[in-house]
């Protein structure tokens, strides 16, 4: 879930419509309620299928915590790292250094007042114990509610079992589902049996109301006899209802035809939502053809296997946890799992390789959201290839294909990680490997993390050169020239992107990689006082960006172009630049584009006359800057313009003044942040900033505005070899 729960809205906003009507528990709402008025953990627990999602989301959505509601869905992350990685990207938290996601989440949540709704744990328990116990014990203010079949097991724990419903409610709920048949089943005796042998589960419920299209209630309880006598269910050590619930699904499978029971089992591959033509291409083979699949599937949604839902991306399915586990149980009895997760990780690797290329087009905003939506599915096709030593180079390929994902969409922590875990293995493909190397390079490099970077493009050129591979070789050298630009090794850095970008054209390579080339190698000119020749490197990148309607590598065109305006005095233009800019690097969640663009729009609120907003701006930045890495990249040529900001501002509002502006600033979170950098409307200018046009301008303590204020040559070349 991306973003917070507002009191009175839905914070059950991942299920499927269909599954979120809540039928009566009102006394258990009132209970829930009122132990998390009085405990810091709490956590609701029962069997599968009870309702505890349904009745945890209505409670979190009464709650009205000052900084709001959020939502973690937990089942299906598999690897127990990823519990911690899984919180932050539920906050929409964009991270991009190297500190663990639990010091993140630590930073972010200082402070604030949340509550946190961890559902789906059971599996993942000791991880999230260990978590949950972190973050309550360094979080004063956080409220944290736990949905799980056990308890977390953390010292100060409220556990709220959640009964199955009482026979009216359970009445009420099959009534309901019925209802939306067409069928009216309120006065019918034998629903009130079917309730009662379902032992009021609210899933089980579900799951026979939706066989009312073909069967009386009257028949369902015959059926039900038939089937608790023959499928009794689990050990003899096993809960009742825990059999209860299985043979229900058991039952329901049953009824289903060996086609709905075959599309069941092989649905069981995807994790979490899925869409149609994924499911075709996945499930179809060996007695179901592709043509059959959204028939059959039709069929399960009528049954309530499977929920339809809408998204931003369009129309997806999916199945509730239990359900799909009982699948899962008859895809593995079958003998064919291993080929049905083979063809979802094929579909998948497809998708990357289509979304990569694609990404390079107008389709840009479209292919974010796209994998954004996928991310789970793309995680199991990551965890099955690099669990299979024969499939490295397939896992190798896909995390470097993701690269526009972790470096322009703000998941680089995620990113590197799979990376990292690629290159663990040994590959007898060299291209695959060789991808993951710049990619990875790359990555550590936004990262701030250097000594990793350069050793991952050493590595990547020195095998490149082994294996003729032109186009590595190329990457390499532009990523090793990047790495020189935010060292401050200028003259290295022109040396590397201008070969670099030779290399691309006798390749033929033209896509948003090379243009951020030719961004970087125009950033080198500004600050080494060519403004002409960076203009006119970045007016060609934005020429070729709306030709292919592209806006990532455009937004950091315009951003050398409003820095390029600034320096020719020309504030209007530098604010409509960075404006344009900061819009879409936020849409892409680009942490480090947006930092940019708000630092930049600092310095240029400032020459328009309004310091104190100049203050604010930069205290926002403040704030964001940890999570980018180090601030400015630590270079001294970035950091020229703020120093430069923070001089004048002070002077024209003194010390006192301008730290409570940037406090004001730091108080803002990164949507306020980008808001108010997007909104401000600006004031009448004051003689606060000189603005003199020509060549060259001075700053008034009689330095060269084209140059930064600190030494270029504090870091010299020697970082980047």
Not at 1 to 9: D, K, T, V, Y
Request: charged share 25%; with cysteine; glycine share 10%.
């Amino acid at each position: 879930m991306r973003g917070p729960q507002r009191p009175g809205s839905s914070a059950d906003g991942n299920l499927p419509l269909e599954l979120t009507a809540f039928v009566g528990r009102s006394p258990e709402l009132g209970g829930l309620a009122r132990a998390l008025e009085s405990g810091r953990l709490v956590t609701v627990t029962g069997v599968g299928g009870v309702g505890k999602s349904r009745l945890a989301a209505r409670a979190a959505a009464g709650a009205a915590p000052r900084d709001g509601v959020w939502r973690v869905e937990l089942a299906s992350v598999q690897d127990p790292e990823f519990v911690a990685y899984a919180v932050v990207e539920a906050l929409g938290l964009a991270d991009h250094t190297t500190r663990p996601p639990d010091e993140t989440l630590l930073a972010h949540l200082t402070g604030r007042r949340i509550l946190l709704v961890l559902d789906g744990f059971e599996h993942l328990v000791d991880a999230c114990a260990e978590l949950v116990a972190e973050l309550l014990r360094q979080l004063p203010n956080l409220i944290v509610l736990a949905v799980g079949r056990r308890p977390l097991g953390v010292a100060g724990e409220v556990l709220f079992p959640l009964a199955p419903l009482g026979e009216d409610e359970a009445v009420e709920l099959f009534a309901e589902r019925a209802g939306r048949q067409g069928l009216d089943v309120r006065d019918c005796r034998d629903v009130r049996e079917v309730c009662r042998r379902l032992d009021g589960i609210p899933l089980a419920i579900e799951l026979a109301a939706g066989r009312l299209r073909a069967l009386s209630p009257g028949q369902l309880l015959a059926r039900l006899d038939d089937r608790f006598r023959l499928l009794t269910g689990g050990g003899r050590d096993g809960l009742p209802r825990h059999r209860t619930l299985r043979t229900t699904i058991g039952w329901s499978h049953e009824l289903c035809t060996p086609a709905e029971r075959l599309l069941w089992a092989r649905l069981s591959v995807f994790a979490q939502t899925f869409d149609l033509e994924a499911a075709e291409y996945v499930c179809s083979g060996e007695g179901l053809s592709s043509e059959e699949v959204l028939d059959v599937l039709t069929e399960l949604l009528a049954q309530s296997v499977v929920a339809r839902e809408e998204t931003p991306t369009g129309v997806r399915y999916r199945m509730l946890d239990t359900v799909r586990a009982y699948g899962a149980g008859w895809l593995a009895a079958t003998g064919d799992a291993g080929r049905l997760r083979r063809r979802h990780r094929d579909w998948f690797m497809g998708l990357a390789t289509w979304c990569e290329l694609d990404w390079f087009s107008p389709r840009q905003d479209e292919v974010a959201a796209r994998v954004e939506a996928e991310l789970p599915n793309l995680r199991a096709a990551l965890d099955h290839s690099l669990a299979a030593p024969d499939e490295a180079h397939l896992g190798q390929y896909l995390a470097g294909s993701l690269w526009f994902y972790w470096a322009g969409c703000g998941r680089l922590p995620e990113g590197r990680r799979w990376l990292e875990r690629s290159l663990e293995l040994d590959s007898e493909y060299p291209r695959s490997r060789l991808k993951a190397l710049w990619v990875l390079g790359y990555v550590a490099i936004l990262q701030g993390d250097t000594v990793p970077a350069l050793a991952a493009l050493q590595e990547c050129r020195e095998e490149a050169e082994l294996v003729a591979d032109p186009t590595a070789v190329a990457y390499a050298e532009h990523r090793t020239g990047c790495l020189a630009l935010v060292t401050d090794d200028m003259a290295r850095a022109e040396t590397l992107l201008r070969s670099a970008l030779d290399r691309y054209r006798e390749i033929g390579e033209l896509n948003s990689n090379v243009l951020m080339a030719q961004v970087e190698l125009a950033m080198t000119r500004a600050f080494l006082g060519d403004l002409a020749d960076a203009v006119r490197l970045c007016e060609d990148v934005r020429r070729v960006c709306e030709d292919h309607g592209e806006h990532w590598a455009r937004s950091y065109a315009l951003y050398v172009l409003a820095y390029a305006a600034w320096q020719d005095g020309d504030h209007g233009a530098a604010r409509e630049l960075l404006t344009d800019c900061l819009g879409h690097a936020h849409g892409f969640r680009d942490l480090l584009g947006s930092v940019l663009s708000i630092e930049l729009l600092a310095l240029v609120t400032m020459a328009q006359g309004d310091p104190a907003e100049a203050a604010v701006l930069q205290g926002a930045a403040g704030r964001l800057w940890p999570s980018v890495g180090l601030p400015l990249f630590g270079s001294a040529y970035y950091n020229a313009p703020h120093e430069l900001c923070e001089a004048t501002a002070r002077r024209a509002l003194g010390d006192e003044r301008y730290a409570e502006c940037v406090r004001r600033g730091a108080g803002l979170d990164r949507e306020a942040a980008v808001t108010r950098a997007l909104g401000y409307l600006g004031v009448r200018p004051l003689d606060v900033l000189p603005a003199p046009r020509g060549p060259v301008r001075q700053r008034r303590d009689g330095g060269d505005m084209r140059k930064p204020a600190a030494s270029p040559t504090r870091k010299g070349g020697e970082t980047t070899g």
